[in-house]
């Protein structure tokens, strides 16, 4: 994180949460609804969001639009959360539109990014928004730019305590951001038996816009309204798939509400290829080694990355941390037998899981103090998983992304 900007935000821990919006709501309106200045795409879900977004921004771009993309976390600077036409805002550009808020004391660190990214946003004057939720969909700062277009990528079961402990219940919360918006659009990921608990009946699946159909050598057949080529998938993992039959989705409905002309094969062909979002597994050179990276941060992602690894021929020594409120034994049970060496580490964050509970999850795991002594244990192939933290502090040491 930038100097100055991490000092203007010190006084609001990230962890903090708020389940309530009337706050944000004050402050916003007190310097002119920011978020209502322009239209919007809401991504929710429990894993996903991210890799869904960026393809997305990638599409509306592609066509012409000026976006502003909002995602969170951030890997190595918080920058990163707030983009303008693919790029990361300024940061004497953000460091301005948080301070705009400093009358407010009381927003969350989520809240204060969220509200000088609707400002940022707002005086760039974009033709359209794609913003990312953070948890949930009934109470995220998210919800009050009144998106016109939502997506949800899936359901699981992260943040159980704040969301609810059966997936119906997490349902019907995420379900809330698809019921405001006009056009809701539902991935792959969300279990049948779950549509009903979302509340949003006028929602499509994704795959009734478009089709998507892995080809091999990560090449996919799309069509969508009679149009169709090839794309080259710019993330690794077979579950990716879904999230870009989502993106493709939204930019359909998009099209729809007269944003933007239908989505031209060429154009889409040309997104798809700048796609970059790192940390899902994605090479990075780190002190003069490759290291294979995925934000794999819940027990759904960590089965992924699981079932990705089966299809893989080396065999990767692991790298693992996360924090607090993660599964961490029910992640272990599903990524112990698909590694070799384990070195557990410490995290840099007041919320990090403890090394004792970390090394009893893993059988035969070494611990280290830092994610760099870490590395320096394990032999290569080297595969860094389990928390955006983990993954953000090896990417600082990037020497040149792969």
């Known amino acids: 994180m930038s100097i100055d900007v991490a000092l203007i935000l010190e006084n609001r821990p990230q962890g903090r949460i708020r389940p309530e919006l009337d706050g944000l709501r004050e402050a916003l309106a007190e310097i002119g609804n920011p978020q209502l200045d322009f239209p919007s795409i809401l991504v929710v879900g429990t894993n996903g969001k991210g890799s869904t977004a960026a393809m997305l921004d990638a599409l509306l771009r592609s066509h012409g639009l000026s976006t ?45 990014l969220t509200a000088a990214a609707f400002s940022v946003f707002s005086e760039a004057q974009v033709d359209v928004a794609v913003l990312e939720a953070g ?5 995220d700062a998210t919800r009050l730019a009144e998106s016109t277009i939502a997506g949800l990528t899936n359901i699981g079961s992260d943040h159980a305590g704040w969301l609810g402990a059966e997936p119906a219940e997490i349902a019907r919360d995420k379900g809330q951001a698809l019921a405001a918006a006009d056009s809701a659009v539902i991935g792959s990921g969300v279990d049948e038996t779950l549509v009903v608990a979302l509340g949003a009946p006028a929602a499509r699946r ?3 816009l478009v089709r998507c159909t892995d080809t091999g050598g990560a090449r996919v057949a799309v069509s969508w309204n009679g149009r169709e080529t090839t794309v080259r998938m710019p993330f690794s993992g077979g579950f990716q798939i879904g999230n870009l039959e989502l993106a493709l989705a939204l930019a359909v409905e998009a099209a729809n509400a007269g944003w933007l002309n239908m989505l031209e094969p060429s154009r889409v062909r040309v997104a798809l290829d700048g796609v970059c979002w790192p940390g899902r597994l994605s090479v990075h050179r780190v002190k003069g080694r490759d290291v294979l990276t995925d934000c794999a941060h819940n027990f759904e992602a960590a089965t992924a990355l699981a079932e990705h690894l089966d299809g893989l021929d080396a ?18 049970g599903v990524l112990r037998d698909r590694v070799d060496d384990v070195v557990v580490c410490r995290l840099d964050d007041e919320r990090a899981m403890p090394l004792e509970r970390l090394a009893a999850a893993f059988a035969g795991a070494e611990v280290a103090d830092d994610p760099q002594s870490g590395l320096d244990r394990l032999s290569d192939p080297v595969l860094a998983a389990g928390s955006i933290r983990l993954v953000g502090s090896l990417l600082a ?6």
């Not at 940061?91 to 948080?98: D, G, K, R």
């Not at 065999?315 to 272990?332: G, I, Y």
């Not at 040491?397 to 792969?402: A, F």
């Open 135 to 139: 948890m949930g969909g009934s109470w």
């Open 397 to 402: 040491l990037e020497e040149k992304p792969r």
């Open 315 to 332: 065999r990767f020594n692991l790298l693992f941390s996360c924090l607090d409120d993660k599964p961490v034994e029910a992640m272990a």
């Open 68 to 112: 502003g993309l909002f995602t969170s976390p951030h890997l190595v600077r918080v920058e990163e959360r707030v983009r303008l036409d693919g790029a990361p805002v300024d940061e004497p550009v953000l460091e301005s539109a948080i301070g705009r808020f400093d009358e407010y004391p009381d927003l969350t660190y989520f809240e204060t």
């Open 206 to 208: 994704a795959r009734a």
